[in-house]
């Protein structure tokens, strides 16, 4: 086919006439093709001019084609835009009847998040006795204490008195004994048939509690990559050893639990401390601070620092309140949990 095509086109020139080729293309279009001997174009040999005919199939690509270019002065294609708005709509959730209703806060502003609502926000209670400590009598209390008299020790040489990343570090370690006590008490709840007294419930409102800490201390402390990986590590390690603790002793379990929260309070008031002598910037409060513990629009880093210290003897009492229980050979499931008790 295509020999015959040259031999035409060759004969023709012979004969100084012009040649109009239609060739159908592979995208369903026709390409007019006009060959001219050299007496009719500029410059050496053959000249060839190719001219697109309209066709049903080439004409509609090429219409949206011109359609989807940008428009003078604009950076950004029609389809680019759509294909970005697209992503950032939400997912469609009317099929499965999935809809939030819209909230708004008390002054008729919407809320903006999604990891809390305004039911599960409260005013930190700042009449807790900060000073109470557990002194260690038993065995088991003593192994506890010592054990996180331990954990302090490469705290304290890594961070030093840098209180903001110090806390950070504190609340990825503090988020997770809530979360492995309510999960194992769950399963017991499912293998035994029984009620747990609501302690699930108290642990694991716990662990979110101390989660909000984190999130609270990230919006001020930014932290950096090799504060990451440290996390990555520690947590992996932490779980798994207070998973195996929790099994093998809960009662052991909870007083390691009890006493961090002591060390706790106490990071938090030497923090308090560097902010009042002004070796700390006391910076504005972060949005997610002011509305998780119903601060004043002028709140700052003081603030979030006397609520957040506040939420720990609370989680204190909690825990050394089910070691004692645990103690005195009683389950938990007996005694009443101290649900929403922060």
Known sequence: MNLMVTRSVMRRLVTSRKVVLYVSTPQSSTMNVEVRPVDEMKGPGYGVR???????????SDGKETKNKAMPGTNKSNAVVEEEKKKNEVMDSTYWGIVRPKIVREDGTEWPWNCFMPWETYSADLSIDLTKHHAPKTLMDKVAYR?????RMPTDI?????YGCRAMMLETVAAVPGMVGGMLLHLKSLRRFQQSGGW????LEEAENERMHLMTMVELV???LYERLLVLAVQGVFFNSFFVLYILSPKVAHRVVGYLEEEAIHSYTEYLKDVDNGKIENVPAPA??????????????RDVIIVIRADEPHHRDVNHFASDLHCQKK????????????
């Open 50 to 60: 190719w001219q697109r005919m309209a066709s049903s199939g080439a004409g509609a």
């Open 147 to 151: 054990i996180v008299k331990l954990l």
């Open 158 to 162: 890594f961070f030093k008195r840098r």
């Open 200 to 203: 699930i419930k108290a642990l």
């Open 222 to 224: 930014q932290p950096q």
């Open 288 to 301: 997610i601070a002011k509305d998780y513990w119903r601060l004043p629009k002028d709140a700052t880093l």
């Open 331 to 342: 389950d938990l499931s007996k005694a009443p949990a101290p649900i929403s008790y922060h």
